[in-house]
């Protein structure tokens, strides 16, 4: 199964953009790329997905490489609220019930 | 809508004991989940369901059993606790591929402590 490395942590102000590295080097044809992240004391939830072009949606981007080994998550203006530990995942399409989750990216927003 | 709810919040074992988290979703979605977390990391698979009456082992399923009891309900067993089983349960749930299925909901977490 392909896996994802990622930044152990990162750190943000308040209301500056914040990119999100991750790196796929294994990435199969098949495989979308996900986002999710995980305030304190909850359960994960979705952000954004991803094949090959670029994403928005309302909450966040998605940059991702030509060639697919590395994307980049994109939080146009950091709030406190989006202090969190972000997760990168491959996801088949072929098996889609199987999510690789790895340690993430603990993000932190000082004020 | 209540999304996905798990019961109980919080539960303390003995080493040999059994019990039976529950899970629950109202967004009529055909597949569910059921993965643990352990301190300081990302989640793991144990087990999931992808339709009513089908369940299928996940990365790390030793230790555990499931039931899909019918679609709003996915319970995860744990026939005698041992202390590596001390973690964080979620349950989530998603549509079916084909539809929006890259989306997972979870629910809030069962923590589980076994002495």
């Known amino acids: 199964d392909a896996k994802t490395t990622q930044p152990n942590s990162m750190e943000s102000n308040e209301e500056e953009p914040v990119h999100l590295p991750c790196n796929h080097s294994t990435i199969s044809g098949t495989d979308y790329i996900h986002w999710y992240r995980q305030l304190p004391s909850q359960g994960p939830e979705y952000v954004i997905h991803?094949?090959?072009s670029n994403v928005n949606n309302r909450m966040a981007s998605l940059a991702i490489a030509e060639d697919r080994k590395s994307s980049t998550l994109i939080l146009h203006r950091a709030t406190l609220r989006d202090a969190a530990v972000y997760y990168c995942?491959?996801?088949?399409?072929?098996?889609?019930?199987?999510?690789?989750f790895g340690s993430g990216t603990k993000l932190n927003v000082k004020p | 809508n209540a999304g996905v709810t798990q019961t109980p919040k919080f539960q303390v074992l003995k080493t040999g004991q059994s019990m039976t988290l529950q899970c629950a979703q109202d967004m009529n979605h055909n597949s569910m989940y059921w993965y643990r977390q352990d301190p300081g990391m990302g989640l793991r698979l144990i087990y999931y369901?992808?339709?009513?009456?089908?369940?299928d082992k996940g990365e790390v399923p030793n230790g555990y059993n499931v039931s899909r009891l019918n679609k709003r309900e996915f319970s995860l067993r744990l026939e005698s606790a041992a202390p590596s089983q001390t973690s964080v349960y979620f349950c989530?749930?998603?549509?079916?591929?084909?539809?929006?299925?890259?989306?997972?909901?979870f629910g809030p977490g069962t923590r589980l402590t076994v002495t």
């Open positions: 995942i491959l996801r088949d399409r072929n098996n889609f019930n199987k999510f690789y």
């Open positions: 369901s992808a339709s009513e009456g089908t369940t």
């Open positions: 989530a749930s998603s549509e079916a591929p084909g539809t929006s299925y890259y989306e997972q909901y």
């Open positions: 991803g094949l090959t």
